[in-house]
């Protein structure tokens, strides 16, 4: 057991100690590997990881040095941000898998939009956000600029416009932590989110230009810029959590550029682990096991894999306590 680390991290050493619980302390283990032999480490947030408040842990990550890299979607990237500003707005439903369709739409006719037990608040974490977004995407427009999408929400961030709404403590919110470091970011598809949606309505509505802000082609090629400058000596680790977008468009990158580019020496992907609770299956991205990703040219036979199958609310916490030596 390690001497230095704190409390957390004596309790799951101690006693996680087979099946999904060593899965977590071995990955845990593994990352820290990574770390200390100078690698870096791209995290995806799949499903409502920003709602769950994984801002908490993933910030500390972030400011430790311990992330160098966010893939996440729309949903993710807007959701820290919702909280921190609308924390005391939101409304917790313990007995979500109670409701009636038409109690369903009381929520939805008093402005609450439900993800699993908790409750968004529509005019406080949507409205807030967009008259500061708003602002950014025509202020770059009248001057001819183009930003991607985490780009203009890092300029509403650092222009201390939304201080005034702050809700929880800014050290909770990993979308601060990041702008205030400049980290990397792709947010794949986001056009499926709110703040997309409300792009898009601006663009109907003859108010902006679709190209205003940079798309997802632009992104994969950011991240390719990035990967092909950091995935040297150790190499560049992957850290998923969940499923979906936010980690299949990140991954995809190695393939793209030894197969599509037909560059050489491209390094696989030097560490892999996902957090994730659907069921092994057919057909599915989520449901595949790491060993797949080899015959897409995306890790290497002996690429460090680790896959733990549990609620990523839970294990993530857990894990990055770990590399925090909580």
């Avoid at 549990?310 to 857990?318: E, F, G, Y």
Wanted: glycine content about 8%.
């Amino acid at each position: 057991m390690s001497t230095q680390k704190g409390p957390i991290s004596q309790f799951i050493e101690k006693n996680y100690l087979h099946f999904n619980a060593a899965a977590l302390v071995d990955a845990a283990k593994g990352y820290e590997t990574h770390l200390l032999e100078g690698g870096k480490m791209l995290v995806s947030l799949g499903g409502a990881m920003s709602t769950a408040e994984l801002g908490i842990s993933l910030a500390e990550m972030i400011r430790q040095d311990k992330v160098h890299f966010i893939s996440c979607t729309g949903a993710n990237l807007e959701e820290d941000v919702m909280n921190l500003v609308a924390h005391s707005h939101y409304k917790r439903v313990p007995n979500y898998r109670d409701l009636t369709p038409e109690q369903e739409r009381e929520l939805l006719d008093q402005h609450y939009n439900r993800v699993t037990d908790t409750c968004i608040p529509e005019e406080e974490a949507f409205r807030r956000l967009q008259k500061h977004l708003e602002d950014v995407w025509h202020a770059a427009e009248a001057k001819g600029e183009r930003y991607l999408p985490h780009e203009y929400l890092y300029q509403v961030v650092n222009s201390g416009v939304l201080e005034q709404y702050y809700e929880i403590d800014p050290k909770n919110s990993w979308i601060i932590a990041a702008a205030e470091k400049n980290l990397p970011i792709v947010c794949p598809g986001w056009e499926d989110s709110t703040t997309g949606n409300i792009f898009a309505s601006n663009v109907i509505k003859g108010k902006l230009k679709a190209s205003t802000v940079k798309s997802g082609i632009e992104y994969m090629i950011y991240l390719t810029e990035w990967y092909r400058e950091n995935s040297s000596g150790k190499g560049v680790g992957f850290f998923q959590i969940g499923g979906g977008i936010s980690g299949d468009f990140p991954i995809c990158v190695v393939p793209m550029m030894y197969q599509d580019l037909e560059w050489e020496d491209v390094p696989f992907w030097a560490y892999f682990c996902q957090i994730s609770d659907s069921t092994t299956s057919y057909g599915s991205y989520s449901g595949a096991v790491p060993n797949e990703k080899i015959t897409w040219g995306k890790l290497d036979i002996d690429t460090p894999k680790y896959v733990i199958e549990s609620d990523a609310t839970i294990v993530a916490p857990l894990v990055f306590a770990y590399l925090l030596g909580q």
